[in-house]
Each structure stands twice: as C-alpha cells, then as structure tokens.
C-alpha cells in the first residue's frame, strides 16, 4: 500500500505531542541541571534533545504506536515508551564522549532520562484516559453491518485503540424477524432506511470471510451513497488458522495459514537446524572412523541407506542412515545391534538437516509414496519439515499410527513453536537415547524397501 493510503491511520496529533512533550522535559532537564550542579545554556545540549527525539519517535513509530489501529493497552504502551527511552538514552550515552566533555553531560542525561519516563508515561495516561471518557461529536458516525459475533468482537476490540467510532445503527444479517418485529426483511432496505435517519460517515461491514457475496448489493449501495466502507472480515476459521494482510504494490493479499513459522521464528529455527547439523557431522565425521569399517567387515555392501521421504508440503528427498543388517531376514550383526540401540545410525540424517530436507525437530518422516493416495490428514503433516525428534516421539505406542492425532500433535507443536520448546524436546529425546529406550525409535524397519508403502514409522 501507498504512502497516500497508509497515512491516514497514521495518528498525527500523537506524534506531534511526543515531540512537544520532548521539547519540554528538554527546558525541564536544562533547568533541573542548572539548579543542582552548574547554569547550563538551552544549546549546550541541544544534540541530546534532537538525537533522543530520533530514536524514541522512531522506535514508537516501528513500533505501530503511532498506528490508529494499534491496541492500547496501558501496559503495553508504558512497556514501549520506556523500551524507546532507555534505547534512546543507551544511543546519547555512547554518543556523550564525543560531543561532550565533564561528567556534567552525564548527569544531564540522567536527568533527561527521568524527566523523559515521567513525563511521557503521564502523557499517555492522560491521553488514553481522555480519549476513553471522550465523548466528541466528531467522532465517526457508522453503521455496522455483519452477525451479531462478528460485530460485538469487532466492537471489543476497537476499543483497545484509538480509532474510535460511533454507532448510528446496525443491520443484523444473522437475526429473523418475529412476531411483531418491524424489522425489514431486506438488508438493503433497513440499511437505506438508517441511512435516512441517520447521519452517518462510514459503514463497517463484520461478517466472515465466507459470506462475502451476501454483502456485495449493500456494498454496491454504501458506494452508490460515497459512504467511506470497511470490511472487517473475519477470516478466523478455526483455531488453528492464521490470518495476514500485507500488500503486493497496492493490492491487498489475504494470507490463511493453518501451520506455519513467520519469517523471524522460521530463521531462528533455521539457524539452529545449521548449528545442531554442523556439530552432529562433526561427531559424525570422528563415530565414522570406527563405524564405517565395521559396517564393511560385519555387513558388507554400501555402508549407507538410502530411501525416498516426503519433506515439507510433498518435497522429495532422500533420507540416509547407516546400514545395520545386510538384508530383510538376516541377522542382525554385533555393529548393527550398537548402531541401533545407541540412534548412532542417525546420525548421517544430519546432512539431511543441514540441506534443509529436514530440521532437528519437526513432523514425523513419511517414506515417499504417490501424493494421489494421499489422505488430508497425511498432507496436513507435511506443512512443516520431518524432524530428527519432534512431539510424535514421546506419544503411546497405540496412537504412533493415529493419523489424526499426529497431525493435531504438529498443529499445536506449530502454533506453540518457541526455541526453548525446542531446546527441550531435543534435551528430552538425548535423555531418551542415553536411556536406550527402545520404543522410541525414529524407524524401527530402515533396512525393508519401504518405498512402495506409505506408513508412520517411529
């Protein structure tokens, strides 16, 4: 979107009084100084005033604080104004040798600082009381139109901003006329007769995304009457959806996503992947030494296995792990039995994690198969990358094949991902492994061809 069109959620006056507010507690700071050390003049210090005023003005700014929409929760504003001054006053400290000399410059920017955090965090309370207890006549007249659901959580919510509005009427979409309700039957002809009645500036439209084509004809109305329209859709499906609007020139794009990392969680988990990947082929590179030509002397063949899996969204791949027995009936030998009882035959799907077919914790591995004979449910698994350990490893054995139940495992696994959980799932299953417990193994069949049949090996 535009700049033309994003500034008019832009709340001007906010800002403007930051800046005064600035301006103030820099008299304020001059003064304090020269009443307890030494008579300063208004531009001594002038470069604290105007780099401060920088760095806070745009940390609210990046911060949405300056946004109309933006929740205003009184905790939330005091936890930004004082994350913006002491960034601000962290900048001037660094600066303060350089522009300044005495220990003087720093008991000024002691003194800024507390003047600052009063001062501001006061203004915002006032703001955000008088905003609440206003009662302007020119506050936005609108007439809300959707289900009663949609509308009142809409309502809920906009009072936590500062994009305030009145209510000149509703149109109910999802209410039936009684006995004796003098209701229209059409919602056209009860939002044209409100708009009669009414003086009305905007009408906001709170209905889910589904039933957007039963709002096209009092669209097309509201744009016949040059009425401003929102539509607050609700694109909430379940609860385990998420929604994001972000704009492509000045298209607007609605984002739906059941499962899915945003770009900051998806780096940081990418980055550990890198870093546990690099130290397990480390490990790897110095257990081969042995283990190689063990594999050689009691098995003979290729030291490694290699089977098509299904990574991320049906990406093939192929999945390595040591060999440990020579073939489907035959026994298996002493290296085969450590390898397995140890999960040191894992240890080359670390190379997998570093290509990025898998990820240090994830979905459970899904051999390849024709994505056709796919279920849902099975696809559903494959919304983020098979992992080395993930929730799956630690289910009863009676639920491994449950594809269901997995696939709600990875949705909550998505939906509550932070890096501490996965530091501990991955600290759970090195306990399991030390453990030798048996019934927790990643795939217990590696060496059969499994690349015709489709299954949850764990």
């Known amino acids: 979107m535009s700049w033309n069109h994003r500034k008019s959620f832009i709340n001007i006056p906010q800002i403007l009084l930051d800046a005064f507010c600035l301006i103030l507690i820099y008299g ?21 005033l105007i780099l401060f005023g920088m760095v806070y003005l745009f940390m609210m700014y ?15 504003t005091l936890r930004y104004v004082l994350k913006a001054c002491f960034s601000a006053s962290l900048l001037c400290l660094v600066m303060m040798p350089f522009a300044s000399t005495g220990i003087t410059g720093y008991d000024f920017l002691m003194l800024f600082l507390l003047a600052a955090l009063v001062v501001l965090c006061t203004q915002y309370l006032i703001v955000q ?64 007769s409100i708009l009669r009645k009414n003086v009305v500036d905007e009408i906001i439209f709170a209905v ?13 109305k509201c744009r016949e009457r040059g009425l401003t329209i929102r539509i607050t859709m609700d694109l909430m499906n379940s609860y385990d959806t998420r929604s994001t609007v972000h704009w492509v020139g000045t298209i607007p794009v609605f984002t739906l996503q059941q499962a899915g990392l945003n770009d900051f969680q998806s780096f940081v988990k990418r980055t550990m992947d890198i870093i546990g990947a690099l130290l397990g082929l480390a490990f790897l590179a110095v257990a081969s030494v042995v283990i190689v030509p063990m594999i050689r002397l009691q098995i003979g063949g290729p030291v490694f296995v290699q089977r098509p899996y299904i990574s991320i969204n049906g990406r093939p791949f192929t999945l390595y792990w040591f060999r440990t027995s020579s073939g489907k009936d035959a026994p298996v030998p002493l290296i085969g039995r450590i390898l397995k009882s140890t999960g040191l035959d894992h240890l080359p799907m670390f190379w997998n994690v570093l290509k990025g077919d898998m990820s240090l914790v994830g979905s459970v591995p899904v051999p390849a198969v024709d994505l056709d004979l796919l279920t849902n449910e099975q696809f559903r698994n ?25 696939t ?37 069949r590696l060496d059969q061809n499994q690349s015709a049949e489709f299954g949850y090996y764990l």
């Open 28 to 48: 304020l700071a001059v003064m304090l100084i020269g009443e307890l050390f030494r008579p300063v003049s208004m531009t001594e210090y002038l470069w604290v």
């Open 62 to 76: 990046t911060s949405e604080m300056y946004h109309r929409t933006t929740f205003t929760y009184q905790d939330r």
């Open 129 to 192: 009381e008088l905003r609440l207890s206003s009662q302007s006549k020119w506050r936005k007249r609108a007439v809300l139109v959707g289900y009663s659901e949609n509308i009142q959580e809409y309502l809920y919510y906009i009072k936590k901003t500062s994009f305030q509005v009145e209510t000149a009427g509703y149109v109910l979409l999802d209410r039936k006329p009684g006995a004796g309700d003098k209701r229209d039957s059409d919602p056209v002809d009860e939002l044209v």
């Open 208 to 220: 889910p995304g589904s039933q957007f084509e039963e709002i096209r004809p009092l669209i097309a």
């Open 382 to 406: 494959f919304c983020i990358r098979p992992g080395l350990t993930g929730t799956w490893r630690f289910v009863e054995n009676d639920r491994k094949n449950d594809e269901r139940y997995l």
């Open 408 to 444: 709600e495992l990875n949705m909550e696994y998505v939906n509550k991902w932070s890096l501490s959980r996965d530091l501990w799932l991955l600290f759970k299953t090195m306990i399991v492994v030390l453990a030798r417990k048996s019934n927790l193994r990643l795939l217990d």
